[in-house]
């Protein structure tokens, strides 16, 4: 493989970094705040953008920022992986900026400058844990996403706020030290080197008994709670207690996304398809992920909380991901790195529109949103979209990546998977369609008019930007598959 | 006559002669007091900075005194771990002096800084004088003049308890020397030295011998009061709460770590490191205590609402780091463990003087009065995260650094309880300074009961400067720890190979 030295990856980082200056002193002029914003979004997107070139042209882009301790160094590598998860990053924080500027000012929230500068300083950490070129460098920003979200979680300052931070903090904390740590020290010692390498980076593991890498594996998993896996799942729902585009951008693309992202690194790029075969941690971790996909779907249908269905929901749909990579086989990888985006992009239609009418009509529960399609023509149409995605039906994105997950499953002899994956898309209809049913088919509520009363166009926009490519994807999967079929390539050349 | 050939000799005399000297000149005017004591502690860090380059290239130097040859004569003789620690211990109390001076102004009597600067110097030079020297009647010389002086600093505070704090380190730092120097009486009843180097040579064909086994066990203990291990650190809570934050800072950063110091060098250079009681190896002892000490150091600290309580809690469980690294034996846990007493120093020290601007500003030593501060005392709270996230271990703080290297030594050599014991009390760790900064930033910074936000507090230039110097090197060798670790390691290589100090 062809690597070009160029410090593309760390501008990327670094522009959001370096942003939280002007955000912090234009503090009190608002739309110079919210233009440096937007400025580092647009920013930021066009330099991951012109790394795509690149990548997809067989290229890796490498740039060494400083060694660290003595053999160790801080240092970024762009892959198709990384790039993958960076493009849909960035590209979705412009939407979200937008769309924050109509939440905040909408519900005039207090701390706004706080609020924009721990969102730009999550998103230069979410860039550098995908452009991480070894699991030194990742650690460093996996801590560090935790520590900048924790003030958006705490945004509210009040008892429930606080307790839904300090529960993240502790569970993202408490794993990533207690069990990502030794396994990433474990890993070090073992193979005298922390560099990703698609497929593998032990070696030789002879005379290495397969216990170990079963146990250092399983405290990768157990160390990356952001991926949501049970039982380390809780701090999600909790952390709803964030303002929405929060919850929108963080908790359904940036930091368990992340999460999803660091197991697909530690599953292909640090022990590798063929050594999880031949110690059977794969089956292992499918087998904890399908629990998770049943018995979460099952939880979030008995929530009335919007947030707290999404939630769950997102629990379950995080599986999917960590399933097909569970799976080893090409297309429940593929299906898996797919799904990253598709279900960014599905999922963060359903937070921004679960925010539109919380902004337009302070509405929080299912239950209280009878009819309210009448009133919220456009949001509505943008969370059917959104949901029947996520349920899996043509023309929608999230068909195609339901697609590959069956046939990986398949391919990797696994039919009981298979089976969960069908049983999931009846209990993603289960929860979803009853808010499709109340919002559009019943009464609405007493004492309300049936007038138009949508969310401010700086909200409305984003929806309809992430809905529509929600549906586009559907129709222009190479844009995906292009940057799996070079991962995929790589792994199973021979 | 090449004058830096006597460095090694003029780096303790140098201060030493200061000592004196200050109290003279406070007689002319009180305020070049503090000059003279940062001339002298610049002086000497300047030599020590010297021999760390010149060891670190030419490797150990050994200084006969008044030209007398050992074992009869007094030997300094200086290799790595010493160099570096040297320069730690001088670095911080350099720093000390600098940060520490509108402290000092504020928390001891005018009258007094004459005295004051007096005595911190000779408290300067028995530190360093116990870590250069190569002669173990001299090592328990410097400590008596370290702790004579630690005593005074400590009654110099204002606060009522204070004396009694003094007086109880008294009693509790005399037993330690009295069991180290009883210690010492034995080895040279069976050895006839006091030269460590000799020593070492004389006692290996007394392996076994009760005599040389009751040293041991007299100095080990003697020692471990000193550092203030679990549960033999009964006098420091008190000691680091009621002295002036000043002193906290330079003893919480320095003396316990020249107490480690100290017992690495018997413990390796001295002593057979595999020594054995019975069939226990001394190590596995020294292990026990040591994760005893960072769990119950901890997890006390937890229970502290007392802030200088809680640090000087958590100082007893951070020094079990550094007893940890040294009784498991291997290169990459000694690395790390010369490493923390270099971290530990910064982080703790930085605290310390980051706590005594806040406590002196609000008048309280509780954490919960601590609202609001981090809108009130910005750069302060700031710092204290800084060194916070350090001591916790957070990435890219030079706390972290210490930390990776213990738990990759103690997986190369096996110690898996110890992994746990390390980790565990980073979480723990993350608890109780979370509990600080959550105080800090979140608690009563608008109007919980509709008042206006309180007024800033004063954070003096002169004090945020070096505060901000500190907390920039804290992550600054944080990410390029190279040039500490590669230190650090050879310091380890030095004592681990036991050829270039003997």
Known sequence: MEIIYSAAPLYAVLVSLVAIIPIYLSRSNPNLRESWTILAAVAKFFIVLSMVPTVLGGKEIYFKLATAYPGIDIAFKVDSLGLFFALTASFLWILTSFYSIGYVRALKEHAQTRYFICFAGSLSVTMGAAFSANLFTMYIFYEALTLFTYPLIAHEENEEAFRGARIYLIYLLGTSIAFLLPAILFTYFTAGTMDFRLGGIFGDTGGIHSLFFAVIFAFYIAGIAKAGIMPFHSWLPNAMVAPTPVSSLLHAVAVVKMGVFVVLRVILYVFGVDLLKEIGAGAFLAAFACVTIVVSSLIAMRQDNIKARLAYSTISQLSYIVVGAALLSPSGIKASIMHITIHAFSKISLFFWAGAVYVALHKKYISQISGIAKKMPVSMAVFTIGALSLIGIPPLSGFISKYYFVTGAVEAGMLPVAVVFAVSSFLNALYFLPIIYTAYMKPLDAGMDDKVTEAPLAMLIPMCVTAGVAVLLFFFPQVLTNFTDIIVAGLFAE | ????????????????????????????????????????????????????????????????????????????????????????????????????????????????????????????????????????????????????????????????????????????????????????????????????????????????????????????????????????????????????????????????????????????????????????????????????????????????????????????????????????????????????????????????????????????????????????????????????????????????????????????????????????????????????????????????????????????????IPMAFVAFLCIYFGIFATFPVELAAKAAEAVLGGVTWK
């Not at chain 2, 003094?166 to 080895?187: E, R």
């Not at chain 2, 990459?332 to 120093?345: D, P, Q, R, W, Y």
């Not at chain 2, 005392?377 to 001591?391: E, G, K, R, V």
Request: hydrophobic residues 55%; positive net charge.
């Open chain 2, 1 to 464: 006559m090449n004058l830096a050939v006597n460095f090694p000799a003029l780096l303790v005399t140098v201060p030493l002669i200061f000592v004196p000297v200050i109290p003279l000149l406070g007689l002319i005017n009180r305020k070049i007091c503090w000059y003279a004591a940062v001339l002298a502690i610049t002086a000497s860090f300047a030599m020590i900075m010297t021999i760390l380059a010149k060891v670190s290239t030419e490797g150990p130097i050994s200084y006969h005194l008044g030209n007398w040859a050992p074992p009869i004569g007094i030997e300094y003789r200086i290799d790595m771990l010493n160099a570096f620690v040297l320069a730690v211990i001088s670095f911080i109390s350099l720093v000390s002096l600098l940060f520490g001076k509108e402290l000092v102004e504020k928390e001891v009597p005018e009258y007094k800084h004459p005295a004051f600067y007096s005595v911190f110097i000779l408290f300067v030079v028995g530190m360093t004088g116990m870590t250069v020297t190569g002669d173990l009647f001299n090592v328990y010389v410097f400590l008596e003049i370290t702790s004579l002086s630690g005593y005074a600093l400590i009654a110099t505070s204002k606060k009522r308890y204070a004396p009694m704090a003094s007086f109880n380190y008294l009693v509790i730092g005399t037993l330690a020397a009295t069991f180290i120097v009883l210690g010492i009486g034995y080895l040279y009843m069976v050895t006839g030295t006091l030269n460590m180097a000799d020593l070492a040579e004389r006692i290996k064909p007394l392996n076994g011998s009760s005599v040389v086994l009751t040293a041991y066990a007299l100095i080990l203990m003697g020692i471990l009061i000193k550092m203030a291990v679990f549960p033999l650190h009964l006098w420091l809570p008190d000691a680091y709460t009621y002295s002036p934050s000043a002193v906290s800072a330079a003893m919480a950063a320095t003396s316990t770590k020249v107490g480690a110091y100290v017992l690495i060098r018997l413990m390796f250079s001295v002593f057979d490191i595999e020594y054995h009681v019975g069939s226990v190896p001394i190590t596995g002892i020294i292990i026990f205590f040591a994760s005893l000490s960072i769990v119950m150091g901890s997890v006390i600290a937890i229970a502290q609402t007392n802030i200088k309580k809680m640090l000087a809690y958590s100082s007893v469980g951070q020094i079990g780091y550094i007893l940890l690294a040294a009784a498991m034996v291997n290169a990459e846990a000694l690395t790390g463990g010369v490493m923390h007493i270099f971290s530990h120093a910064l982080m703790k020290g930085g605290l310390f003087f980051v706590v005594g601007l806040i406590v002196y500003n609000i008048g309280s030593e509780r954490i919960s009065d601590f609202a609001g501060i981090g809108r009130r005392m910005p750069f302060t709270a700031a710092a204290f995260t800084i060194f916070s996230l350090s001591i916790i271990g957070i990435p890219l703080t030079v706390g972290f650094v210490s930390k990776w290297y213990l738990v990759l030594g103690a997986i190369s050599s096996g110690h898996w309880y110890a992994i746990g014991v390390i980790l565990l009390s980073s979480l723990l760790t993350a608890i109780y300074f979370g509990k600080v900064i959550f105080v800090m930033y979140f608690k009563g910074g608008h109007d919980d009961h509709g008042h206006a936000p309180a007024a800033k507090l004063s954070e003096p230039m002169g004090m945020v």
